[in-house]
């Protein structure tokens, strides 16, 4: 495990664990000006983030949801404070803290740790994707109609364009679930689902995960199969991947 690795678990640990100070409690909520919802727990854990990186790595570049930062730069620090904020405020623990450090443009190491669920799935490029300290791997399964798919809202299916493809998805798989924003990643990267497919992300929604889905055997693209990061994302084991792009063609 590098240096950096360890300071984004150990980052990315203690910010998390500050939001459940926060969670259940009737926290305050705000709209953004793009009407998603912030909290005191959003901002006081990616400040908690932003020092510990100016402590440890001081000039660096980072890019934050709540802060903003440096959109240019090839190398930085992306976080996302609390990803699945709705969920925070709704009292459902499938909520995350997201920390990755970018390199050239592309993802080299992410954490993605549950505060509510004590739990952490982490990754480095070309040493393999872990969960709570122990190897993980997509699942091995080929066939969709005895797969398990999640996805973001139904809403951001229809408003962006992709309930048609995302219907001849649901009547074929065995099952589909709203195990949105990280968790749903996550499931993928650690063989408990075999997709996620999120119509709408920004930044600092996938650059941690990116690493942790493609270090653990699968992948991670847009809907047309490109493997850098952009404004959607679908996550797979692999096997599938093709077949699910296919159905928003």
Same mark, same amino acid.
């Given at each position: 495990?590098?240096?950096?690795?360890?300071?984004?678990?150990?980052?990315?640990?203690?910010?998390?664990?500050?939001?459940?100070?926060?969670?259940?409690?009737?926290?305050? =909520?705000?709209?953004?000006?793009?009407?998603?919802?912030?909290?005191?727990? #959003?901002?006081?854990? *990616?400040?908690?983030?932003? /020092?510990?990186?100016?402590?440890?790595?001081?000039?660096?570049?980072?890019?934050? *949801?709540?802060?903003?930062?440096?959109?240019? $730069?090839?190398?930085?620090?992306?976080?996302?404070?609390? #990803?699945?904020?709705?969920?925070? =405020? /709704?009292?459902?623990?499938?909520?995350?803290?997201?920390?990755?450090?970018?390199?050239?443009?592309?993802?080299?190491?992410? =954490? /993605?740790?549950?505060?509510?669920?004590?739990?952490?799935?982490?990754?480095?490029?070309?040493?393999?994707?872990?969960?709570?300290?122990?190897? /993980?791997?997509?699942? $091995?399964?080929?066939?969709?109609?005895?797969?398990?798919?999640?996805?973001?809202?139904?809403?951001?299916?229809?408003?962006?364009?992709?309930? *048609?493809?995302? $219907?001849?998805?649901?009547?074929?798989?065995?099952?589909?679930?709203?195990? $949105? +924003?990280?968790?749903?990643?996550?499931?993928?990267?650690?063989?408990?689902?075999?997709?996620?497919?999120?119509?709408? =992300?920004?930044?600092? +929604?996938?650059?941690?995960?990116?690493?942790?889905?493609?270090?653990?055997?699968?992948?991670?693209? +847009?809907?047309?199969?490109?493997?850098?990061?952009?404004?959607?994302?679908?996550?797979?084991?692999?096997?599938?991947?093709? *077949?699910?792009?296919?159905?928003?063609?």
């Amino acid at each position: 495990m590098s240096p950096r690795l360890a300071f984004a678990l150990d980052a990315a640990y203690v910010a998390g664990r500050s939001t459940l100070a926060h969670f259940n409690t009737g926290v305050h =909520v705000e709209d953004k000006a793009d009407a998603s919802p912030v909290t005191i727990a #959003d901002r006081e854990a *990616e400040r908690l983030i932003r /020092c510990a990186i100016q402590r440890s790595f001081p000039g660096e570049s980072i890019l934050g *949801e709540e802060e903003g930062g440096d959109l240019l $730069s090839t190398d930085r620090w992306v976080v996302d404070p609390i #990803d699945g904020t709705k969920s925070f =405020v /709704c009292g459902v623990p499938l909520y995350a803290t997201l920390l990755s450090y970018e390199q050239d443009g592309e993802p080299i190491l992410g =954490v /993605c740790y549950f505060p509510a669920l004590d739990e952490v799935v982490y990754a480095e490029r070309g040493t393999g994707a872990f969960w709570n300290g122990r190897p /993980c791997r997509v699942s $091995s399964k080929n066939d969709l109609s005895v797969s398990y798919v999640s996805s973001g809202s139904a809403g951001s299916m229809m408003g962006f364009g992709r309930w *048609e493809g995302f $219907s001849s998805i649901v009547k074929t798989a065995k099952a589909t679930r709203t195990w $949105s +924003d990280a968790y749903g990643h996550a499931l993928v990267a650690t063989g408990r689902i075999e997709a996620m497919i999120d119509p709408i =992300v920004k930044p600092w +929604d996938t650059s941690a995960l990116a690493v942790i889905v493609r270090e653990a055997g699968g992948r991670l693209t +847009d809907f047309v199969g490109n493997d850098k990061l952009s404004a959607e994302a679908i996550s797979s084991n692999g096997k599938l991947h093709d *077949e699910i792009l296919r159905a928003f063609l």
